[in-house]
């Protein structure tokens, strides 16, 4: 096999004579950019993407800002080898990996990294082969000529396959009139990876208070300046109408729009309302895009070919030709937090591209972060109350179900109380919900005879029951082995007991007392992955199934019209652990899950099974009196300087060993300067202490709001002991795991 890195790119030519030196950033973790010589006759400047080799490889890199390579001698260097024929990546989006890398202390060609990671679409789309119209009459006309005939006459040029599925024939009518000469084949501009959206496609139906909302965000876009809006509304009141509106005056300014979700591989019904109103849908970019469709998306995001995209949070690094708002639905998602090599928040660092690029930024939730509404609250982000559901929907009655005093059968988890209601629903003709944040059958598997635990040989983690599957498994790394008959302590059959409930064996429970119903199941480890998942939901919305048993993927902003019961399984799950936002997060995770019920005008209800039935989450929740969870939830922050009243970072020190880890993290900690207003808290082993067979202590960081938190971090790790063998050091500003 051939090893020339050059296959990649093609055959590298001899380099011509050298001529000056340039800055190229390259998608390694490298502090700085590196120079390079530029040959004669290449034109480059900041932001021509380019080739250069970096050790025996070849790389795509960026030429960057800062000069000339600090005079070096171009003949001392090695030459940039290519330029690639692709829009100049701009000044603002440079401006704005510059900005993420020194905010969250990540080397800049990692940020880089992730606005190039389509490299096929540097280099301009090949033009398509098509036909032509050239006139004549066929040797004999049938019917399918005809059809062939009469749409040619309209729009001469065709690819072959879309004037085929346009007449309605098979390509081997195409090919016959080809060669008889009524075509000639001719090359095309490749077609657009969705249609344009036309913002006058459907003029919007708004109500009161939904009209006015659509007025403020309408006048942001107008002043073509920097703001952040804020629409706080509740489930249903008609949020994403509003901002269709914001969307659609961008688009008559000519501009671009970048909308991201927490899921939008799984929210086809979101681009269905999106082309209703635009008659188009918008481009997507997720994970589970093809390579060629990612390939088009890039391209023609950076030409302005696609002038709206709707994805996942990566989606905020495409390098837009003119990007003119972006909006960000369900703001307070914690899938907006990216924890793998460069640490951000895509909903913060949406704020600061809006800010380099002097446009309005659109904030939407029905149950905002408390950073959010300190920020509404303190004027920095103006504030749009949508408090009623659109149209005659109304909000579900909810109820909280005591769990000490409506308790199961025997080795069961729903209630009296909720099974009656269960069975009310569905005997009604409604569809019902169960929630319960926990994949698979049981979170942990033992022995009752020797007591031995299944556990992770590569985690500090119990190894979960997939019931479906016959598999215990490790949901921190992936680890999975077959459900044994025996005890691999012991050797006892038939001895091994399930503890406590996931949604498989909530569903096992529902088939025993509701044995006609039509259940399904919704978790993000389903067979089938995503495509089985938007089937699934589609299924739901068409009314096919009367019980649906779901985590938290059921509360990213689906619609089903006849889900008029939700019932929360175990709603004290997400109190019990140390997160300083247990508290909010289950607030607004169980608000959107209950949500999901009467959306349509039909009469609905939400009952709540816990064990604590006075927590001021519950009240709030039961009593809809989201202000005074608010306010609670802000007061204690503000006393106990945390964010967004204080600071944040969390240091992870992970390791094969156990000594080197809590060795180094112990240096790390030792060389900590002593600045005023910043305390380091460790190191302590994490709460899981073992991922991937790598031993974990974390220090945290804690700091007053003022307090200069990266300058701190640097002089630590600048004067703490450096990465030596399997040691590896990460940091996480602002957190949003203590995992």
Same mark, same amino acid.
């Given at each position: 096999?051939?090893?020339?890195?050059?296959?990649?790119?093609?055959?590298?030519?001899?380099?011509?004579?050298?001529?000056?030196?340039?800055?190229?950033?390259?998608?390694?973790?490298?502090?700085?950019?590196?120079?390079?010589?530029?040959?004669?006759?290449?034109?480059?400047?900041?932001?021509?993407?380019?080739?250069?080799?970096?050790?025996?490889?070849?790389?795509?890199?960026?030429?960057?800002?800062?000069?000339?390579?600090?005079?070096?001698?171009?003949?001392?260097?090695?030459?940039?080898?290519?330029?690639?024929?692709?829009?100049?990546?701009?000044?603002?989006?440079?401006?704005?990996?510059?900005?993420?890398?020194?905010?969250?202390?990540?080397?800049?060609?990692?940020?880089?990294?992730?606005?190039?990671?389509?490299?096929?679409?540097?280099?301009?789309?090949?033009?398509?082969?098509?036909?032509?119209?050239?006139?004549?009459?066929?040797?004999?006309?049938?019917?399918?000529?005809?059809?062939?005939?009469?749409?040619?006459?309209?729009?001469?040029?065709?690819?072959?396959?879309?004037?085929?599925?346009?007449?309605?024939? @098979?390509? $081997?009518? =195409? +090919? &016959?009139?080809?060669?008889? %000469?009524?075509? /000639?084949?001719? #090359?095309?501009?490749?077609?657009?990876?969705?249609?344009?959206?036309?913002?006058?496609?459907?003029?919007?139906?708004?109500?009161?208070?939904?009209?006015?909302?659509?007025?403020?965000?309408?006048?942001?876009?107008?002043?073509?300046?920097? @703001?952040? $809006?804020? =629409? +706080? &509304?509740?489930?249903?009141? %008609?949020?994403? /109408?509003?901002? #269709?509106?914001?969307?659609?005056?961008?688009?008559?300014?000519?501009?671009?729009?970048?909308?991201?979700?927490?899921?939008?591989?799984?929210?086809?019904?979101?681009?269905?309302?999106?082309?209703?109103?635009?008659?188009?849908?918008?481009?997507?970019?997720?994970?589970?895009?093809?390579?060629?469709?990612?390939?088009?998306?890039?391209?023609?995001?950076?030409?302005?070919?696609?002038?709206?995209?709707?994805?996942?949070?990566?989606?905020?690094?495409?390098?837009?030709?003119?990007?003119?708002?972006?909006?960000?639905?369900?703001?307070?998602?914690?899938?907006?937090?990216?924890?793998?090599?460069?640490?951000?928040?895509?909903?913060?660092?949406?704020?600061?591209?809006?800010?380099?690029?002097?446009?309005?930024?659109?904030?939407?939730?029905?149950?905002?972060?408390?950073?959010?509404?300190?920020?509404?609250?303190?004027?920095?982000?103006?504030?749009?109350?949508?408090?009623?559901?659109?149209?005659?929907?109304?909000?579900?009655?909810?109820?909280?179900?005591?769990?000490?005093?409506?308790?199961?059968?025997?080795?069961?988890?729903?209630?009296?109380?909720?099974?009656?209601?269960?069975?009310?629903?569905?005997?009604?003709?409604?569809?019902?919900?169960?929630?319960?944040?926990?994949?698979?059958?049981?979170?942990?598997?033992?022995?009752?005879?020797?007591?031995?635990?299944?556990?992770?040989?590569?985690?500090?983690?119990?190894?979960?029951?997939?019931?479906?599957?016959?598999?215990?498994?490790?949901?921190?790394?992936?680890?999975?082995?077959?459900?044994?008959?025996?005890?691999?302590?012991?050797?006892?059959?038939?001895?091994?007991?399930?503890?406590?409930?996931?949604?498989?064996?909530?569903?096992?429970?529902?088939?025993?007392?509701?044995?006609?119903?039509?259940?399904?199941?919704?978790?993000?480890?389903?067979?089938?992955?995503?495509?089985?998942?938007?089937?699934?939901?589609?299924?739901?919305?068409?009314?096919?199934?009367?019980?649906?048993?779901?985590?938290?993927?059921?509360?990213?902003?689906?619609?089903?019209?006849?889900?008029?019961?939700?019932?929360?399984?175990?709603?004290?799950?997400?109190?019990?652990?140390?997160?300083?936002?247990?508290?909010?997060?289950?607030?607004?995770?169980?608000?959107?899950?209950?949500?999901?019920?009467?959306?349509?005008?039909?009469?609905?209800?939400?009952?709540?099974?816990?064990?604590?039935?006075?927590?001021?989450?519950?009240?709030?929740?039961?009593?809809?009196?989201?202000?005074?969870?608010?306010?609670?939830?802000?007061?204690?922050?503000?006393?106990?300087?945390?964010?967004?009243?204080?600071?944040?970072?969390?240091?992870?020190?992970?390791?094969?060993?156990?000594?080197?880890?809590?060795?180094?993290?112990?240096?790390?900690?030792?060389?900590?300067?002593?600045?005023?207003?910043?305390?380091?808290?460790?190191?302590?082993?994490?709460?899981?202490?073992?991922?991937?067979?790598?031993?974990?202590?974390?220090?945290?960081?804690?700091?007053?709001?003022?307090?200069?938190?990266?300058?701190?971090?640097?002089?630590?790790?600048?004067?703490?002991?450096?990465?030596?063998?399997?040691?590896?050091?990460?940091?996480?500003?602002?957190?949003?795991?203590?995992?």
């Amino acid at each position: 096999m051939n090893n020339d890195s050059s296959d990649l790119f093609g055959a590298l030519p001899v380099a011509p004579p050298l001529t000056r030196t340039v800055p190229v950033l390259v998608p390694m973790p490298a502090p700085r950019p590196y120079s390079y010589a530029v040959p004669e006759g290449m034109a480059v400047e900041p932001g021509s993407i380019v080739q250069v080799p970096l050790g025996p490889r070849q790389v795509v890199g960026v030429v960057w800002d800062g000069g000339d390579g600090n005079g070096v001698d171009p003949k001392k260097l090695r030459p940039i080898t290519r330029v690639f024929d692709c829009p100049l990546l701009a000044k603002e989006m440079r401006d704005f990996i510059d900005w993420v890398a020194t905010y969250t202390l990540s080397p800049p060609g990692h940020v880089a990294r992730m606005a190039l990671r389509v490299p096929a679409a540097f280099d301009p789309e090949p033009m398509v082969e098509g036909l032509r119209f050239i006139g004549g009459a066929p040797e004999r006309l049938t019917p399918a000529r005809s059809r062939v005939m009469e749409m040619a006459v309209g729009a001469p040029s065709w690819t072959r396959t879309g004037l085929a599925h346009a007449a309605g024939v @098979s390509t $081997s009518v =195409i +090919d &016959g009139l080809v060669t008889q %000469g009524i075509f /000639e084949t001719v #090359f095309l501009t490749p077609p657009p990876v969705v249609a344009k959206p036309d913002p006058d496609f459907v003029a919007a139906r708004l109500e009161g208070p939904q009209k006015q909302a659509a007025v403020e965000v309408i006048d942001e876009v107008r002043k073509g300046a920097f @703001s952040v $809006s804020l =629409i +706080d &509304g509740i489930t249903g009141s %008609g949020k994403t /109408e509003v901002y #269709f509106e914001a969307i659609a005056e961008t688009l008559r300014q000519g501009r671009q729009v970048l909308i991201l979700l927490p899921e939008i591989a799984l929210t086809a019904s979101f681009l269905e309302r999106f082309q209703q109103r635009f008659g188009a849908k918008p481009a997507e970019w997720h994970s589970e895009l093809a390579p060629r469709t990612r390939e088009k998306v890039w391209r023609q995001s950076v030409t302005g070919d696609v002038r709206v995209v709707a994805g996942a949070r990566s989606a905020l690094f495409l390098p837009f030709e003119d990007l003119g708002l972006i909006i960000v639905d369900e703001e307070h998602d914690p899938a907006y937090k990216q924890e793998d090599r460069v640490f951000y928040n895509a909903r913060d660092m949406a704020v600061v591209r809006a800010r380099i690029g002097d446009f309005p930024v659109v904030l939407v939730s029905a149950t905002p972060s408390v950073e959010s509404q300190v920020n509404g609250q303190s004027g920095r982000y103006s504030t749009i109350h949508l408090p009623t559901r659109f149209g005659d929907a109304a909000l579900p009655d909810l109820h909280l179900v005591d769990m000490r005093r409506h308790a199961p059968e025997r080795g069961g988890f729903l209630s009296p109380v909720l099974l009656r209601a269960v069975g009310k629903t569905v005997a009604d003709g409604h569809q019902a919900l169960l929630f319960l944040n926990r994949r698979g059958y049981a979170p942990l598997t033992l022995c009752r005879v020797c007591g031995h635990r299944f556990q992770c040989p590569q985690c500090s983690s119990w190894l979960v029951e997939h019931r479906f599957r016959q598999q215990l498994q490790c949901h921190q790394c992936g680890y999975a082995e077959r459900t044994p008959e025996a005890c691999p302590e012991c050797g006892t059959f038939d001895h091994l007991v399930a503890c406590g409930p996931g949604v498989e064996r909530i569903a096992e429970e529902v088939e025993k007392h509701f044995p006609d119903a039509r259940t399904i199941v919704l978790s993000s480890d389903i067979l089938g992955g995503v495509k089985r998942l938007r089937i699934e939901l589609d299924a739901i919305a068409n009314g096919e199934a009367d019980i649906v048993i779901g985590t938290q993927l059921v509360a990213k902003g689906h619609n089903f019209p006849l889900m008029t019961l939700v019932g929360i399984v175990d709603a004290d799950i997400g109190l019990a652990n140390g997160d300083p936002r247990a508290a909010e997060r289950t607030f607004q995770l169980l608000s959107q899950v209950t949500g999901r019920a009467g959306r349509t005008g039909l009469k609905s209800h939400g009952l709540l099974q816990t064990y604590q039935p006075q927590h001021p989450v519950m009240q709030a929740i039961v009593s809809g009196d989201s202000a005074a969870f608010y306010d609670r939830e802000i007061s204690e922050r503000e006393r106990a300087f945390l964010p967004p009243f204080g600071r944040l970072a969390s240091i992870i020190v992970s390791a094969e060993t156990r000594q080197d880890a809590e060795t180094h993290a112990r240096g790390l900690r030792n060389a900590a300067p002593a600045v005023s207003g910043i305390a380091v808290l460790g190191p302590a082993e994490a709460p899981l202490a073992l991922v991937r067979g790598r031993h974990r202590f974390r220090l945290l960081v804690h700091g007053r709001r003022n307090s200069d938190m990266q300058g701190f971090l640097r002089t630590l790790l600048a004067q703490g002991p450096k990465e030596r063998g399997s040691v590896h050091v990460q940091l996480d500003i602002d957190p949003q795991s203590f995992l």
